[in-house]
């Protein structure tokens, strides 16, 4: 299986930046497309942050346009996410998410990390 481990996470404070990685290992029968960021505060649902294509194409929450940036290496199966202008708001676990396919069955799987701590202070 897929194994993704992010790396980057801690305390910040507002206004300030940080930066996300999610590492995947590599499977030679598995095909990782879509990748995404998700993240879950204290008491909440998990919710989707950013998303990004094979080919580049990103997505976002509208709660973080404009001031997170996801981006990937497809060489490198590492994908990222550029935090800036954070908010106290912005304070959750964040998880790593690749979507794959089996390579001569075409099925569907998705794998996630573990997770993540991000702590904005206001």
């Known amino acids: 299986q897929v194994q993704l481990v992010e790396s980057g996470g801690g305390l910040v404070q507002a206004g300030g930046s940080l930066r996300l990685s999610c590492a995947a290992s590599?499977?030679?029968?598995?095909?990782?497309?879509?990748m995404g960021w998700y993240r879950q505060a204290p008491g909440k649902q998990r919710e989707l942050v950013a998303t990004?294509?094979?080919?580049?194409?990103?997505d976002y929450a509208d709660s973080v346009k404009g001031r997170f940036t996801v981006s990937r290496d497809n060489a490198e199966n590492t994908m990222y996410l550029q935090m800036n202008y954070v908010k106290p708001e912005d304070t959750a676990i964040y998880y790593c998410?690749?979507?794959?396919?089996?390579?001569?069955?075409?099925?569907?799987?998705?794998?996630w990390g573990k997770g993540i701590l991000v702590t904005v202070s206001s």
């Open positions: 998410k690749a979507e794959c396919a089996v390579l001569f069955t075409g099925a569907a799987v998705d794998y």
């Open positions: 590599k499977i030679s029968f598995i095909r990782i497309n879509t």
């Open positions: 990004i294509g094979t080919g580049g194409t990103p």
